[in-house]
């Protein structure tokens, strides 16, 4: 990716500092007249609403601080209101990866805004009913997982202010006959950052052996990151694998992941919740933890989310009822509804609390099951 970036500083010494500690994180140009990304040192606080009123989209605002700065004081300064973001120097590599996602969290808010307006527009004009907003809302909607024969899935994730994070992933085996599922939500950007990097290690080896049990493979990823792991440090983590000859779900479940399931013509039912042990350093609170499974047969439906959006939705029990109001409709309207829920008491460019993720796995009506 090519990131423009530009400096309002007291003293360009900074600037060449700063630059020394964005270098690797840059490919291409640097600073250009229509910069994302503005630098700024608390110096020049008082400057900044000025330096942002003849541009014409105002980049994304980052404040750089000494450690010896005084973040109390700092907030009472004009112009403080106009950023978007904090970095404590030196600036590191970790920093730039949360800070880069906070940017585009705050785009797509400020693109579902401008959106907004239009659609409201076009109904007053054309007289239309929500029809319309729905449609443009669904093509909006990035499908982030290629097609999987028997399997269609959605999904949905909203960045949260929350330390640390959620990440979620679905993915075929080598040889097609096992799909894995994968959701976890971290306590602290270190272990994030640390488990993330675990995966990327060992998603060849996952992929390519596909015979480790799905305990024996959280039981791997837990020795990888205990090393990188606070006393403080909990992990809520959910991997299942479905074997597409039978259509058997069979996961190990940690902490606070929560899975619910409707099978077809029924309601949902929440198989896991908040009662599962979370994966620490400490071992023994999740060793005898045992594995599940699930048989899943055509038609049925199953959600996979984090506490984000269960927080949002107001708890376990509205949630559930939730999906139960969207079961018979398209698993995109389902995790909209999810999204709205998360976003109705924020304001526009608020974030959540805590990051959001949610998986909608629908089983295709055609499926056999040799077993």
Known sequence: MSIAIDFLVSDPILAHRWMDGLEDWLEGPAVSETAPFL???PLKLGELAAHLHDQEKKPFVVLVMPETENFNACMKKPGFECVDELLVEPIRPLDLAFLYRRFLAARQTEDLATLAGQLSRSVVEL?????????????RLPTKFPAMKGLTVRSRYLAGMRSGGDYFDVAENEDGSKISLLMSDSSSYG????????????????????????????????????????????????????????????????????????????DFMQVE?????????????????????LVLYPEDRLVVCSDGFVGGAGGADRLLSTLNGYRTKESVDLLNQLAFFAKRSLADDELPGEDCSALALD?????????
């Open 39 to 41: 630098f700024c040192d």
């Open 127 to 139: 007289r239309e009913d929500l029809m319309l907003a729905e449609k443009i809302q669904k093509s």
């Open 191 to 266: 272990l994030s950052s640390a488990l993330l990097t675990t995966l990327m290690r060992m998603t060849f080896f996952i992929s390519k052996e596909g015979q480790k049990s799905p305990r024996e493979t959280v039981r791997m990823i837990h020795q990888e990151i205990l090393r990188s792991m606070k006393d403080q440090d909990t992990l809520s983590f959910f991997f299942g694998q479905i074997d597409r000859k039978d259509f058997r779900l069979r996961y190990a479940h940690y902490g606070k992941i929560h899975l619910f399931r409707a099978k077809k013509g029924e």
């Open 273 to 293: 919740g908040e009662r599962s042990p979370y994966l620490s350093k400490e071992r023994a609170a999740w060793w005898d933890h045992g594995e599940k499974e």
């Open 363 to 371: 089983i295709d009506a055609r499926i056999l099951r040799l077993a």
